[in-house]
Structures are given as C-alpha cells and as structure tokens.
C-alpha cells in the first residue's frame, strides 16, 4: 500500500533529544529552541522568529498583536484550514471569505480589493500548495489601504516568490511543523515577525503575558504580568527533533520537488493545481483536478483498490456551520466550491521512491483510459 503521507524522519532527530537529557532542560527557550529560531531568521531573512507549539498558535498570537476588536474584518480565501479563520473569530473580529483562483487555488487578488471596507484590518492570505498569489500586487494593496498582511505560510518553508522567501512578505507570518508538513516535529510551528515595533510584545504574548524574556536578557530585575498572553512556546524535546530536520531542510526540500517535477512531466496532459511563474516551489503538494465531484469520487475509489491513497483537501469554510456563525463570503463563489469538490492530492513525502510514483501516474493514466472509453460507449 502507498500511503497518503509518511512524516518525514531523518534518524538524527534521536541524537539531539538525548543531548535535551544531557543539558536537563526541557521546558522552551533553551539551547535547541534558540538555535531553531537563528535559523529560521537567517533562512528567510526576518526580523525576528520565534518556535510555537503549532501553526494555529502562531495564527493566535497574530491575531493579539494586532489588537483585534469586535466588529474588525479580516479577509481570508475561504478554501483554507480551519486554524487560518478560527484564531481572529476568537479575538472577536467577522471573517471574510473571498474566492480564489483555479490555477493556483490561492485568493483572488480582484475578489479582495472589492472586499475592503473602512472596517477591514488585516489580510491573512494562504500559501495553498505551498505557492502564493502575487505578493508584490498584494503587498502594495496591503500598504494602500493600511492593512496588516499575515502570511499563513503552514505549508511554504522555503519557497520563494521574485527570490524573496514566503513568510519574509508579511507584517507577520505562520509556520506549521505538524507531522504532516515537510518540515516536521510532530506538533510545532513559528510565528516570524517582520515589524521591529512588534517583536517585545510578540515575546510578551508568548510567555503568559509576562516580560520574562526582558528578564532573562537583564533588562529588568523581576518579571510580572504585563499585557494579555498564553503559553505558546514549544518544551525543548521538539526543537531539538525540529532542529535535526531544520539542519538538512535543504536535502528534504530537494527530495519533495523531485517528486513533484515528476509528477509534473508524467501527468502533463492533465490538469492540475499550479504555481505562477517566478515562484520557487518547495514540493509541498501535488493536487490533480478531476472533471467534477463525481469523477473524483470514482478516481479515489479506483486508485484505493490500486492500493494507492489519495486525498482531497478543504471542505470550503464559508459553508461550514462556525463559518457561517463568524464570517460572510464576499462577492460570488465562482471557484473555491468548484475546485475544491474536484482536486484529489496525491501521495508525496520524503520516503516516496521514483518507482512508486511511476506506478502512481501510470495507474492515473489508466484511470483516465477507462472514463474515455466508457464516455465514448455511451455516446
Ligand atoms: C497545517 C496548516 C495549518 C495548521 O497547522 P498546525 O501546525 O497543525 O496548527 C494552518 N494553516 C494551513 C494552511 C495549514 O496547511
């Protein structure tokens, strides 16, 4: 059988817990979570990185410092993980859900211009495969209208757009290492910051609300309660699992776009989601489109009883019971129920061989075979 997705593990994870047994320092902020956050900040060129215990943690601490208040609007495609629209209805603010475009499966840059209004705070747009719409234009709406940009970039560690790195765009941006993403640590994330006047008040969110990074730093002589937080640091166990991945996240990186480009050259005939030009991939997702819901229906069915598993994705949050509650979708739904019926990922993980994805696409190939010749009986 060829799963869906196997997490990524290099082996060299285990060293490095047992350093965490050495050092006895378990809870964050230690040795392994310091030099995860130097990385980070180096690799993509930010302000400031901190480790979070998830991407959903990293969405919540967005949505604090940017002071929500009931009746704020943030804009979000609704073809999005649950987490991107659930960390600002908690600050109280209504979502809105905007469409997004069929080839590359991220929002629509001319659905969100018509969605800002004088209520409008921030725009959280979503990496969807791992590529984005064009952060330039984006980035120049954002600044037009005076709006936080917040980059849910869960899926897009290491790619880039014109040579500059998904998560460096935003004002504030959010990474996942859930076992599922290509850089794993079984539940774990970052929330980078790129506005310098944000950062002491991002550390303060982190930790209770306390100044107790100031305190460790001899800033000030005692810590105490200063502003709203929560716990969102990660113990040291998962940075250290974090930091061997992070150490060879090239290797891995490279491993997923060769899959990718694969599935790209043997599939081309068909259609599937796609980045623009000028963006570097990070291999993250492969998702083909199917004619409709019940050809992809048939499609998952038919590559299960090849013992191949494959997945659809997003089921559109503007149609969602919390959905409903807390956001409105802007303008006509053209795309993000259409496409989103219609995709079906396919397997794509670090251990996936060449051969089996071989096996994989020519099984895709016969699939199609079989809905040209049962078409052409019945006509
Ligand atoms: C995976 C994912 C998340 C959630 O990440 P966690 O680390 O599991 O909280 C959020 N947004 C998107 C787009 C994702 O793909």
Redesign the pocket.
């Known amino acids: 059988l060829i799963p869906f997705n196997r997490p990524c593990v290099l082996g060299t994870e285990l060293k490095k817990i047992s350093d965490v047994f050495t050092n006895e320092k378990f809870s964050g902020d230690g040795h392994f979570s310091k030099k995860c956050h130097e990385h980070l900040k180096k690799k993509l060129n930010v302000k400031k990185a901190l480790l979070t215990t ?4 990293a ?1 919540e601490m967005a949505a604090l410092l940017i002071n929500l208040k009931p009746g704020d609007e943030v804009i979000m495609p609704s073809f ?2 649950v ?2 629209a659930n960390a600002f209805a908690l600050r109280g603010a209504t979502i809105v859900f905007i469409d997004i475009d069929p080839l590359t499966m991220n929002l629509d840059l001319a659905c969100l211009t018509k969605a800002i209004t004088k209520n409008t705070k921030a725009i959280v747009v ?3 495969g791992g590529w984005c719409c064009d952060m330039k234009e984006l980035k120049k709406v954002c600044n037009d209208n005076n709006l936080f940009l917040i980059e ?1 970039a ?2 897009s560690y290491l790619s880039t757009f014109q040579n500059k790195s998904l998560g460096s765009w935003g004002d504030l941006s ?1 990474l ?3 076992e ?2 290509n850089i794993q640590c079984g ?3 970052a929330l980078l910051i790129n506005q310098k006047e944000l950062v002491e008040r991002a550390e303060i969110i982190r930790e209770k609300g306390t100044n107790r990074s100031k305190f460790f730093r001899g800033q000030v002589d005692k810590y105490s309660w200063v502003d709203l937080g929560s716990s969102f640091l990660p113990s040291e166990l998962n940075a250290a699992f974090l930091l061997a991945q992070l150490e060879d996240d090239e290797v891995i990186i490279k491993k997923r776009i060769d899959i990718w480009n694969q599935y790209q050259d043997e599939l081309s005939e068909f259609e599937f989601a796609k980045p623009l030009s000028e963006t570097k991939i990070n291999g993250h997702l492969f998702a083909l489109k199917l004619k409709d819901l019940e050809q992809r229906t048939l499609f998952i069915e038919f590559m299960k009883n090849k013992k191949i598993t494959t997945s659809f994705h997003y089921i559109p949050l503007h149609s969602s019971e919390a959905g409903k509650k807390f956001g409105r979708f802007h303008g006509q739904d053209h795309f993000t129920t259409r496409e989103s019926e219609r995709i079906a990922r396919l397997p794509l993980y670090h251990a996936l061989t060449q051969q089996e994805v071989s096996y994989i696409t020519k099984t895709i190939k016969s699939f199609f075979e079989q809905i040209k010749r049962s078409t052409t009986r019945s006509s």
Do not use: I
């Open positions: 998830s991407c959903t943690d969405l999005t993980f987490s991107t979503v990496h969807y849910d869960a899926q959010c996942s290492f859930h599922t993403k539940e774990g994330g």
